[in-house]
């Protein structure tokens, strides 16, 4: 048996931040627990080689130290208005300021210095979306970029060594209380880690796990949207007027058939559609995209989200978001599809040899040329097309006959516990972070909330605080 004072379970962003706050402020014994690889030794066949997904358990996309994060565009998003709930625990003006605390940690760790912030050229685009029916979001944005993202995630794994002590291929099985009281971790080969402290920050990969343990433990669950949809890829000329001033455009839409709110998702300027997975034991391809700071596409991608909030008395959003990912895989061959808009409302398929006609070439090559329609319920699919014209007025050419959708891309916001305003649950010194916690959805929420979490342990052990 080992004891500990805090043990944090995910070294994803959230798990990370939580564990260099421990680590600067205190002498504190931290165990950060991660159930995937190393950082060096996670290798992606689907992004590394381009091959097809065999998958992987766990998945390297998105477990190992630097969690999901590691792999990912780095577009560090700047306000609290995108990336999460925060804003609801900690207030608007303390979320701000911690993402600004967080920014700089990412900087002096090696982010890039430049972001694109919203400026007066923003305002002209605000006054055409409108005019399209579109709302623009505007945010300030820090692109880290995929090939730095995990460079800056190293720097910090290499801070922590000597501070923390991290354990990779590590999965926590089960997390123990007795009496009501949090005891500690049980690991997967039986082994009982004792703390007084627990961050539990498993990410997406983690989250079927997580809403088990809640369940076992009696927790409250409350159930978040799930928004599904595609990648869209067009080419770069298409979207520059918005990316080369805010690099990602936040444009938010009300379809007209059904009213469900649909929003534009990480926009990748020439960048590549990627496939990604949803983790956990069965796990299923999906679609998303990144782009890197030097490597350059001709094309750029985004993802078209429809919004869905499911009422009583259906409370699994999650299972039926990949129930709808898991059609594509079946029609794609066990991978993800791809089909040109004009095939699409022509009602047929798209094939290799029509995509070769294309003006948009894919740059996901392994995705099956197929048709969405026959994975994509009727609603998702009119409001899709329904704002892809709406877009076209503000960007002509998004709603080409060339333009291509990739399926499908759901988003599986974990359902989220009841946590108090430090993120603790109902069990006192059992708190919960990032993604799995169902409290974020980004790279600089996450990491916020890792912060959250640790300084509210260092204020109960009476540790200095950075203010
Ligand atoms: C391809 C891709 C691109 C993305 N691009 C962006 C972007 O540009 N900007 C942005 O803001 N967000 C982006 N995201 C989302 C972002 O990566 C996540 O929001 C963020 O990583 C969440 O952080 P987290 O720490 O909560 O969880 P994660 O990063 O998912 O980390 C959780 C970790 O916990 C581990 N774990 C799970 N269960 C256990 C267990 N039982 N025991 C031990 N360890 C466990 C997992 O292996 C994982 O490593 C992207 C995601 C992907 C997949």
Redesign the pocket.
């Known amino acids: 048996m080992s004891q500990y004072d805090v043990i944090i ?9 939580a564990a260099l706050e421990l680590a600067k402020a205190s002498n504190l014994h931290v165990l950060l ?4 690889r190393d950082i060096d030794r996670r290798s992606c066949l689907v ?1 590394d080689k381009g091959g097809r997904c065999p998958p992987c358990n ?2 390297h ?17 700047l306000s609290p208005q995108v ?2 709930y925060l804003p609801e625990y900690l207030g608007w003006q303390k979320t701000q300021e911690l993402i600004e605390y967080a920014d700089s940690t990412y900087l002096s760790f090696g982010a890039t210095n430049h972001v694109f912030s919203a400026s007066s050229e923003v305002e002209e685009i605000q006054r055409r979306a409108n005019l399209a029916e579109l709302r623009l979001i505007p945010v300030d944005i820090r ?2 970029g ?1 090939e730095r ?1 995990r460079q800056v995630l190293r720097a910090m794994r290499d801070f922590l060594k000597g501070k923390v002590e991290i354990r990779v291929d ?4 089960s997390i123990i209380v007795e009496d009501g009281q949090l005891k500690g ?1 049980e690991t ?1 080969s039986g082994e009982r880690l004792e703390c007084r402290y627990l961050i ?8 079927d ?2 809403v088990k343990e809640a369940r076992r433990l009696k927790l409250t669950l409350h159930n978040n949207p799930v928004d599904v949809g595609v990648r869209v890829e067009v080419p770069v000329a298409v979207m520059a007027p918005v990316t080369d001033i805010l690099y990602e455009a936040k444009l938010e839409y009300f379809s007209k058939t059904f009213d469900d709110r649909i929003r534009t998702f ?1 926009m ?1 300027p020439a960048g590549e559609v ?1 496939v ?2 949803t ?1 956990g034991d069965d796990p299923i391809s999906t679609v ?3 782009s890197y700071a030097e490597h350059k596409t001709n094309n750029t991608n985004f993802a078209l989200l429809v919004s869905t909030n499911f009422t009583e008395p259906f409370n699994d959003p999650i299972g039926y978001g990949k129930y709808i990912a898991r059609l594509a895989n079946i029609l794609g061959g066990g991978g993800v599809l791809v089909q040109r808009l004009g095939d699409l409302l022509e009602g047929r398929r798209s094939t290799l040899t029509r995509l070769e006609r294309g003006i948009v070439q894919p740059t996901l090559k392994c995705a099956t040329p197929g048709d969405l329609s026959c994975v994509l319920p009727y609603r998702f699919l009119k409001g899709i097309v329904e704002m892809l014209e709406a877009l076209d007025k503000l960007l002509p050419g998004v709603a080409s006959r060339h333009t291509l959708l990739y399926g499908v891309e759901v988003k599986f916001y974990s359902s989220r516990l009841e946590l108090s305003q430090n993120l603790e649950s109902e069990i006192p010194n059992l708190f919960a ?5 169902g409290v ?8 916020v ?2 912060v959250v979490a640790a300084r509210e342990i260092l204020r109960r052990v009476g540790a200095d605080v950075a203010p």
Do not use: Y
């Open positions: 379970v995910g070294g994803g962003p959230a798990g990370i931040f627990m991660e159930k995937g992004m766990p998945c996309l998105v477990s190992g130290l630097g969690g999901a994060g590691a792999f990912s565009d780095g577009k560090l998003t990336g999460g692109h880290v995929t993202s590590f999965p926590a099985a971790v997967r539990v920050a498993p990410g997406r990969d983690g989250s796990w997580m990480c990748c990627i990604d997975s983790g998303n995209g990144h972070a990032g993604d799995g916690a974020t959805r980004g790279l600089m929420q996450a990491s909330s890792g």
